[in-house]
């Protein structure tokens, strides 16, 4: 994700489990909810023990913060490389939206945590949650504001609706019956006429 923002985490040991600790407590999050898990919960599924979680996070929404930029980091990079191969702007589009849901499919404890944590949920953190959605959510704006569309089109709407189908995947998505690159082709194939 670009942007230079001092994390909040703490510098990582040579041996360190922060990897391992937040892919627990994504889990959990996800599971369970942001509220409802506790950090003991987060320690014992990490198999550390409690106190040591706070060597690598000294709150909640401190953990809380470092899944959304993990998240964050791995869905732009994802979408970064898509459209880096595409120069046609429907093109581009379309292989971020692949992207983007692949990336979806593929962190899928990040990616619930994203999406059904509001950035509220992590108190003194907030700013930099909010900020963190702004700056990935800024590549669709580009790329939609790129597309050859009519003018009295409001793109702010055309963003949420995307962004709307594609979050909500968890609930729709089989991969037995389709892929991303599929799925996105469809969409933005009925965006496209839509849009003509």
């Known amino acids: 994700m670009a942007g230079s923002s001092q994390s909040l985490t703490r510098s990582p040991r040579?041996?360190?489990?922060?990897?391992?600790?937040?892919d627990a407590a994504a889990r959990l999050f996800s599971d369970e909810g942001f509220h409802a898990a506790s950090m003991r919960d987060i320690?014992?599924?990490?198999?550390?023990?409690?106190g040591s979680i706070y060597y690598h996070f000294e709150s909640k929404e401190e953990l809380l913060?470092?899944?959304?930029e993990e998240g964050a980091r791995r869905l732009?990079?994802?979408?970064?490389?898509?459209?880096a191969r595409e120069t046609d702007p429907w093109a581009r589009l379309e292989a971020a939206c692949a992207a983007h849901l692949g990336g979806?499919?593929?962190h899928r404890d990040y990616a619930r945590v994203m999406i059904?944590?509001?950035?509220?949920?992590?108190?003194?953190?907030?700013?930099r949650i909010r900020d963190l959605r702004r700056r990935y959510e800024a590549r669709f704006r580009a790329l939609i504001e790129a597309l050859p569309a009519p003018g009295d089109i409001d793109r702010r709407y055309l963003r949420m609706l995307l962004?709307?189908?594609?979050?909500w995947?968890?609930?729709?998505?089989?991969?037995?019956?389709?892929?991303?690159?599929?799925?996105?082709?469809?969409?933005?194939?009925?965006l496209r006429r839509s849009l003509n």
Do not use: C, H
């Open 14 to 22: 040579p041996d360190n489990r922060r990897e391992l600790l937040l």
């Open 76 to 83: 732009a990079e994802a979408v970064e490389n898509a459209i």
């Open 116 to 127: 059904q944590t509001p950035p509220d949920a992590g108190g003194s953190v907030e700013s």
């Open 43 to 50: 320690a014992k599924a990490a198999g550390m023990l409690s």
């Open 104 to 106: 979806l499919i593929a």
């Open 169 to 190: 995947s968890p609930v729709w998505f089989r991969p037995e019956r389709d892929s991303p690159e599929t799925v996105a082709k469809q969409f933005i194939a009925m």
């Open 163 to 167: 962004f709307g189908a594609l979050n």
């Open 65 to 68: 913060l470092a899944i959304y």
